[in-house]
């Protein structure tokens, strides 16, 4: 079935500037692939964390990545949390797979902006997923995990090849 991301999903900014994270024990989800730390959580369940800015800066709209997280962590605010409401309907780890493989046509097409490019809050909420069965969620859960394994080990192969 389809349903709207704001029927299904609570989603929720970031509260903390990149740059005013005080280190500490916590995951801070930041914009880019590597994340930092901070002294203080915002967050205590699992989620996808969206970019609201465009990853290329000025003027283009793009996005690198969705990003999954769980467990206690802060959230940089340009970034935001999209969380299930039910975990019975729809998993965080399928939606960030959904999300991640799709997010040209659902997310980074939402993007508006001339120079400083974004994704409005509301515009998230409208987008539209296709929720399967638990089932078929964790089937595809199952399915990213081997995808992941093979490109792990080629990458593993491609650099013992060079040596």
């Known amino acids: 079935m389809k349903y709207r991301l704001g029927d299904i999903c609570s989603i929720t900014k970031g509260g903390t500037g990149i740059m005013k994270a005080i280190p500490g024990q916590y995951v801070m989800v930041a914009l880019g692939a590597e994340d930092k730390t901070h002294n ?7 989620a996808v964390i969206i970019p609201l800015v465009s990853s290329t800066g000025h003027g283009h709209a793009s996005m690198k990545r969705v990003k999954y997280q769980e467990g206690k962590f802060a959230l940089g605010s340009i970034l935001c949390a999209v969380i299930p409401k039910d975990d019975n309907l729809v998993l965080a780890k399928y939606l960030h797979i959904y999300l991640h493989w799709n997010r040209e046509e659902l997310l980074v097409s ?54």
């Open 110 to 163: 939402q993007m508006k902006g001339m120079a400083n490019v974004s994704l409005p809050m509301g515009r998230i909420a409208d987008v539209e997923v296709i929720v399967p069965s638990i089932q078929k969620q964790i089937e595809i859960i199952e399915l990213e995990k081997k995808l992941v394994a093979k490109e792990i080990e080629a990458g593993q192969a491609f650099r013992t090849a060079n040596q």
């Open 40 to 46: 203080e959580f915002q967050f205590d369940t699992k």
